[in-house]
């Protein structure tokens, strides 16, 4: 167990009131499809597409429902990301962010919280120091052994194909919102 989080895990779910996804390999499979400058796909500029689950989408309104805030901390800027954040109502978007603790430590003061109360899901170096510092870490299957080492668990299915819904159903199951469990996506 990681010294930073000593409670059990069954402990701080209950003390969760923020979450913060990376995006790249967690929220989609890690895939980036770009289409250059001048090739009929493109037309004037490069096209970059992400796909998302769409069970994940429904995850993450569901947590939201139960009070659960939501950020979404990214490496790269997409204007498909920026989309599909709104779409969810996801306002805490932060993208081509280099060193993501002090854009969390900002969240964490403008909501009057500590880190004993986040959840995050990393699924590479980068998301390191998020998750040696939050209350419970989460990592995705094709996660660098590293990443897996600093984690509290590793979802069973993999990031863009239902990681994060499979992390959502266990963040309300732990936070006792099984009601949320069984209403149907929307």
Not at 27 to 32: I, Q
Not at 44 to 58: N, P
């Amino acid at each position: 167990m990681n010294p930073v989080r000593p409670a059990p895990l069954a402990d701080r779910w209950k003390q969760i009131r923020l979450a913060v996804f990376d995006v790249d390999g967690v929220l989609t499979d890690g895939t980036l499809a770009l289409a250059a400058p001048g090739t009929p796909a493109a037309g004037a500029g490069s096209v970059e597409t992400k796909t998302f689950h769409v069970l994940d989408g429904h995850g993450v309104k569901q947590i939201a429902r139960a009070g659960v805030a939501v950020a979404w901390i990214s490496g790269r800027n997409s204007p498909v990301v920026a989309a599909r954040a709104r779409e969810l109502g996801v306002a805490r978007l932060h993208q081509g962010i280099g060193d993501k603790l002090p854009v969390l430590q900002a969240i964490l003061d403008e909501m009057g919280i500590g880190f004993e109360q986040v959840l995050c899901i990393g699924d590479d170096l980068a998301d390191l120091p998020l998750m040696r510092r939050c209350a419970i870490a989460f990592t995705v299957p094709h996660a660098p052994a590293a990443v897996k080492l600093q984690a509290d668990a590793v979802t069973r299915l993999p990031g863009g194909g239902g990681a994060v819904r499979d992390l959502c159903d266990r963040l309300l199951h732990g936070i006792g919102r099984h009601d949320l469990l069984d209403e149907p996506g929307q």
